[in-house]
């Protein structure tokens, strides 16, 4: 399976971004994708999962609120909505596969997109 993240960028505080996941390959050993990010001197961290058939959605209690994912099972895309950014947000937001239904470690993931960047300034 390979991903493609994209969408990141430079953002001001209470902005909106939306990033995108594409998945491309032997999808079919994909069972749920999840977003992950990585601030600067920190460990990554799960932010949210969802299912691909059910649809079911997890977040990390920091994004609930702000944060929406969905996906389009035709384009084999998955969505993160990030509205109300605040600066502890800044961080490389990674996108996963995973063949866990519900995945919400890194451990569950199997394969990971290359990164994108998003800067939330004050």
């Known amino acids: 399976v390979q991903l493609q993240a994209s969408g990141g960028g430079l953002v001001q505080a209470g902005g909106s971004l939306r990033l995108s996941c594409a998945a491309s390959g032997r999808t079919f050993r994909s069972y749920a994708m999840g977003w992950f990010r990585q601030a600067p001197g920190k460990e990554r961290e799960f932010v949210a999962a969802?299912?691909?058939?059910?649809?079911?959605?997890y977040l990390t209690d920091s994004v609930k609120g702000r944060f929406t994912i969905s996906r389009d099972n035709a384009k084999n895309t998955v969505y993160l909505q990030m509205n109300d950014l605040i600066p502890e947000d800044t961080a490389v937001y990674y996108c996963?596969?995973?063949?866990?239904?519900?995945?919400?470690?890194?451990?569950?993931?199997?394969?990971w997109g290359q990164g994108t960047q998003v800067t939330v300034s004050s």
């Open positions: 969802i299912s691909w058939s059910v649809g079911s959605t």
């Open positions: 996963a596969s995973s063949r866990d239904t519900r995945a919400t470690t890194m451990r569950q993931y199997d394969y």
